[in-house]
Structures are given as C-alpha cells and as structure tokens.
C-alpha cells in the first residue's frame, strides 16, 4: 500500500511524455520528474533554472542547484541564458511546479500567506514560477490536497493562472494539477474541474479539503491506476539515493 | 593589478556599513566564508542582495547584519523556509524588495551594461502590481514589454574555484547569475580556492569568470564556500542544510550557532576546524576532480 504522497509522485510522473523538454521546480515536482526518467520517459530532458540542461542525475537532488545536476548533464547555460534565450523565447514543453497555494483559476501563490504588507506566513517567493508559469507551453503543477491549500482566490498571485485578462506569452498556462487526492484540468473559462481520483479517495473528500466546490468534468470520473509494483520500486531506489543522515 | 590580501583585510577594506551588497553564486560556490567574516566584523545596515539569500543571508540576517533584502526567491531549496529571514519580514524589522528570477537577472543586466532599466516578458502578477509595474512602448513594434530598474551594488563579493596571481577568475559548473552581478557592481571582490601562478589556466579560456581588470581585491580562501559547494573540489552540505533548518527555527539556538560557530571563532580557518574532521571525507567531490 502506498503513501498518498507517493501515489501523488507517481501520478505525476506519468505525465510527463519522453522526449519533452521540462522544467523542474523544487521539492514534489523534483522527485515526480526524476522518477519519470526512471520509468517510461529516460530521454525526458530534464532542465533546471540554475541553467542546468539534460540533467542525468545519478542520486536524487535535494536543491536545483546540486553538483549531482552538474555531473553527466548535457550542459549548464547561465540563467539569464536559460530564462531569456530558452524559457521565455518558448522553447520549454512543460513547467512542472509546486505552490503553497492554488485557486480557481490556477493562480498559484508562493509568496506569502495573509497581507503582503504584513504577512501571516512569509514564504519563499516567486524565484522562476512566474516565468515558467506564463512561458512554458503547458504547466503540470503537482501539491499535497489541503483546504488552506486549495482555496477560492489565492491570498497572492506570485504567478497567473487563466483568470480573465491573464497573459501567457508561450501557453495555454496551467494543464494539469496533481494533489493528493486527483488530477484537475481547467474547463473552457478556465475554472478547474476534477477529472480524475486517486486511489482510495472520493469526490467528497476533494470537497471537503476544498475551499471552493470544484466540479467534476462532465463524464464519468475514473480512478487513476495504483502505482505498479516496479513504480514504487523505483522511487524507493531514488529515495535511497540520497546522501546519509539526509531525508526526503 | 588585484590585490591579494586575508580575508579579514578584504572585508575590512571593501566592505563598509550602509552599502549594497551582493553575495553572488547559486546553490554553487556561495561565498560563506566572506559572509561570516562580515558578521564577526559587525557591519551593519547592509542592504543585502542575492537572488537566492540562501542559508548564508538567513545567518547575515539573524546576526542584524542587514536592513533591507533585495531577492527573488529566499527558500532553502527541498527543505522549506529561511527561518531567520521569516522572522525579520513577519516582525517588519527587514524591508524588502521583491522580484522574479528573471526580473532580478534583468536588473542586473541592466547595471552591467550602465544601462537605467532593461526589458523582459514579465507579465502582471501582483508582486509587480504591488511595486507598480513599469512598461516602456517599443518603438519598432509598438507593443508594450515590462522593464525592471538597474541594480548596481556597491561591491560583489564571487568564490571562485581558481584565480590566477593577476586575479583572473575561473570557474567550474553552475553560474547562475554570477557573472552579471560581478560585472554589475562599482568594486568587484573575489575570495577564491586556491591562487595559482599568473597565466597558468590561459588554456581555461571557457572557465574564466571575468579578466582581473575587473578584480579590486582577493582572498584565498579553500572550502569558502562550505555549506554550499565547489565543483570538482567539494559536495553540498545536504545534511547541513537540513539541520539549518532545527537550528534556525528557534531564534535562541539560531543565536547561539552565530555566536559559537562564527563570532567565536578567528576565521574561516577555525571554523573549518570546529567540524569532525570524517565530516570533510563525505564531502569529497564524486566524479574525479578539477578539470584544470
């Protein structure tokens, strides 16, 4: 039986297709992208915003930035390289991120709980979510299911969902959302919709650790397959990758 | 020529209470040493810059070193929060001035090349509706692209993994925004890992950082950059960094840390000491080493 965060990784992973150019956000999104390269997709080209391209990553890393990205990558670009010439000119597939927040419209915030001026819970900020939000041809963002989580309007927009008059230079902004209780996609006026459940989980929890009702897209809304056997495996191998004394 | 000097002198002679600071180097080759030379020196009412303040600014924080933080993402990376740096913004004793990596990459753009602002496709978020967003009409094609202001500092401080005895700085792996705080700031400073004659990595045309020309002054000083890293030369601190963490949470043992850990002891010479020496053999930098 496998954790609800774990279920959540490798929903996530198996979204991600083989051949595709993703850029990878700290924490969830950096072990779900990992895992992908151990599973169906080993020529995803994993790309960080420290500047790192084709990461070939031998352990798991913990920041975006470790030596273990360096080492058997295709390259490091500087970052005013990676985000002008690559990111914004359009040429990355997918932004796979986290948030501490996200609302109906997909907005995500990462920036601050309560008021900016005077914040409840002062959190890390932007770093490139902003730009890998609105410049990534389509968005994968992957967050444990809460209802201080999942909320109607996000205290702070760090980066723009589909809200009416929102502008995204390369895509169609957020794809997907994988929580730990579904996967989401966003209808026509661009409101998030439930699409599908994780195992173990019904459409009343979603409500319950919801701020807003989500709605359930307009079919019936089928159980995501459990994790295989050799999914988990693997990401219990990338688990073990990492440095002693050092836990995910 | 640059001046090679200790890093007490360095920090002494260029670093100076009030100025804006840059502390450059993501993840890789955080300049630690330099950072815990300015909290024993007690400069203060720094304004300190950084796109990632990183565990080295939560210290420079916590030790009242700073006044305002100018950033764009100020987390430590798969662990969480800055604990010291969310205390000073959650109690209002440190102003901040908050951008996107791209935004604050551009702005430093802007500085090295003596330019007022520099343009980007930054769309509204309300980070850049809370300062007031600035667009400029392009002439050629009339539409309206966002732009940041300048940012100059008053010194930037690099690590390097070499430097050569003319102060030509070379570096190995991740830069990340590096060069253009180097190149955007009035005096240029550099600590180093090891000095190695003049014109010896001429054949290391790809690693130069920057000419020494553009270098004032520089330290030598190896593992500088511990907890962060060196490529080729020492791993990340992983552990270290989870730890942080426990000791920052807690402003008490966050301040008894600085005191035993940095204003206690000498220099950086004794605070590589301090540690267990078994811990300096797990940081071993896997994957061969230096490529000189």
Sequence with gaps: MSSDRDQMIVTAARLLNNNERVLVGVGIPNIAANLAKRLGAPDLVLVYESGVIDANPDQLPLSIGDGTLVRNALGVLPMRELFFHYLMAGWIDVGFLGAAQIDVYGN????IIGSYDAPRVRLAGAGGASEIATSARRTIIVMEHARDRFVERVDFVTSVGHEPGAIHSQGPGPWRVVSSLGVFGFDARGRMQLLQLLPGHTYEEVLDLSGWAIPRAPHAIPTV???TDRELAQLGHLYATLPKGVVS | ??????LAQLI????????TVYLAGFSHLIPFAAGHEIIRQEITHLTLSRATPDLLYDQMIAAGCADRLIFSYAGNPGVGLLPAFRRAVESGQLIIDEFTHAEMIARLDAGAAHLPFWPLRAEPNDLSRHRGRKTVVCPYTHETIAVVPALNPDVTLVHAQRADEAGNLYVWGLRGEMKEAALAAQTLIATVEKVVPAGALRHRQENLLVPGFRVKAMAEVPFGAHPSYAQGL???????YQEWNRIAKDPESCRRWIKTWIKEVADHQAYLQRWDPEHWETLKAKGGSLDE
């Design chain 1, 108 to 111: 995500l915030n990462s920036t």
């Design chain 1, 225 to 227: 397959p459990a994790p």
């Design chain 2, 1 to 6: 020529m640059t001046q090679k000097v200790s």
């Design chain 2, 12 to 19: 002494r002679d260029e670093v100076h209470s009030g100025m």
């Design chain 2, 234 to 240: 020492y791993e990340r601190d992983t552990a270290f």
